[in-house]
T-cell receptor, first 113, second 111 residues
């Protein structure tokens, strides 16, 4: 069964550094998302992306964050100047759209030290 | 403010019994309500979706009800098995591609 893949599975970075989290969504999907989950807390929406542009974003997704679909297969989340509170599991997800069935990857655990 | 509440206490049930999980929401008018399963260290896995004009949905041993008057959804797992042990997440979708999750309820099925 096709799946959303995320790399790396664990990323450690120092405060103030930039990180790029990578995702390969399911190939025929049109909608792409990033969510995050701080340890012990709920899954939080960050951003949705459709037709090569952001369709919706949350208040968490400020100027520190950006997303890109650099080619036909990858979808990336860039976090500039990371802060300690950015430490979380970041999930990429994708969907075809119509059926609203969202497929999640297994996440990248980001640790900011 | 908008709120989605799930029973934060873990739910322990005996194998073979029916597990019932509750999701209540306030200040929301969702177009869809979804249920996901999440295992430790893994991403959420979609289970079922129910639309605002549907009362009930079933899939194998799973059943979801949606009462927009009470602002509540119930999620049932019949004939529960130890493999059903996981955290179950309720999520609301207003139809604009932004899904908002509850905190989840941890289910433990005891053999």
């Amino acid at each position: 069964e096709p799946e959303v893949t995320q790399t790396p599975s664990h990323q450690v970075t120092q405060m103030g550094q930039e990180v790029i989290l990578r995702c390969v969504p399911i190939s025929n999907h049109l909608y792409f998302y990033w969510y995050r989950q701080i340890l012990g807390q709920k899954v939080e929406f960050l951003v949705s992306f459709y037709n090569n542009e952001i369709s919706e974003k949350s208040e968490i997704f400020d100027d520190q964050f950006s997303v890109e679909r650099p080619d036909g297969s990858n979808f990336t989340l860039k976090i500039r100047s990371t802060k300690l509170e950015d430490s979380a599991m970041y999930f990429c997800a994708s969907s075809e759209g119509g059926d609203r069935l969202v497929h999640f990857g297994n996440g990248t655990r980001l640790t900011v030290t | 403010s908008q709120k989605i509440e799930q029973n934060s206490e873990a739910l322990n049930i005996q194998e073979g019994k029916t597990a019932t999980l509750t999701c209540n929401y306030t200040n929301y008018s969702p177009a869809y309500l979804q249920w996901y399963r999440q295992d430790p260290g893994r991403g959420p896995v979609f289970l079922l979706l129910i639309r605002e004009n549907e009362k009930e949905k079933r899939k194998e041993r799973l059943k979801v009800t949606f009462d927009t008057t009470l602002k509540q959804s119930l999620f049932h797992i019949t004939a529960s098995q130890p493999a059903d042990s996981a955290t179950y997440l309720c999520a609301l979708d207003r139809g604009y591609q932004k899904v908002t999750f509850g905190t989840g309820t941890k289910l433990q099925v005891i053999p």
